[in-house]
């Protein structure tokens, strides 16, 4: 269909280079997902570790996320044996709260895996947020501001200190600041 659009318009197109192109797009997703690939049992152990099968196949955590993985599949079995929290994950509202309730002194080692899997999201979202605030900053007041000033301006923009506006003007005395003499 597309094909005898071309025809009709007397388009040419050269298929290949588009065909190239997506092939270099998928190598870089490839390469640049590598690692999350590499993660997804993980992933899925995050979001409920009563589904696995620690005995026949043993720890579905990997190597950057583990410290000692024999230490991990003893705290995964005694984990799977909590009565208490396989209903406490049934009612829960969600993943994160589920494991703000895991204790630390019970399972240290799991706690730490699940903090450190809950950790990339927030990481990928916190530089999404500050790339796209200084890319607003950058473009609309490009001509009035320096890089010197970019730090300020992006700590300003992504802080959630809301200043008191009305005490800070207050204070100011108005008397004091100097006049423009045209």
């Known amino acids: 269909k597309i094909e005898a659009c071309l025809i009709e ?18 190598t870089d997703f ?7 690939k590499a993660l997804k ?3 899925g152990f ?7 099968n620690v005995i026949e196949k043993g720890c579905p955590l990997s190597h950057p996320i583990i410290t000692n993985k024999a230490d991990l599949e ?3 079995l005694e984990l799977l044996e909590d009565e208490g929290l396989k209903k406490f994950i049934n009612n829960c509202p969600s993943i994160l709260e589920f494991w703000k309730h895991i204790s630390i002194l019970k399972y240290p080692n799991i706690k730490n895996c699940a903090v450190k899997l809950i950790s ?11 790339y796209s605030t200084m890319k607003i900053i950058k473009s609309k007041y490009r001509s009035n501001l320096t890089d010197d000033h970019l730090t300020e301006l992006l700590r ?8 008191g506006l009305k005490k800070l003007t207050k204070k ?9 003499q045209n």
């Open 9 to 26: 318009s007397e388009i040419k197109i050269n298929c290949d280079d588009y065909v190239l192109k997506l092939k270099f797009l998928f």
């Open 30 to 36: 490839e390469e640049r997902f590598r690692d999350l």
């Open 41 to 43: 049992p993980s992933f």
């Open 46 to 52: 995050l979001e409920n570790p009563f589904l696995v």
């Open 74 to 76: 003893i705290e995964l």
């Open 120 to 130: 990339i999201f927030g990481t990928t979202y916190s530089c999404e947020s500050l």
């Open 156 to 163: 300003t923009a992504l802080t959630l200190i809301q200043p």
């Open 172 to 180: 100011v005395d108005t008397k004091k600041i100097p006049r423009k």
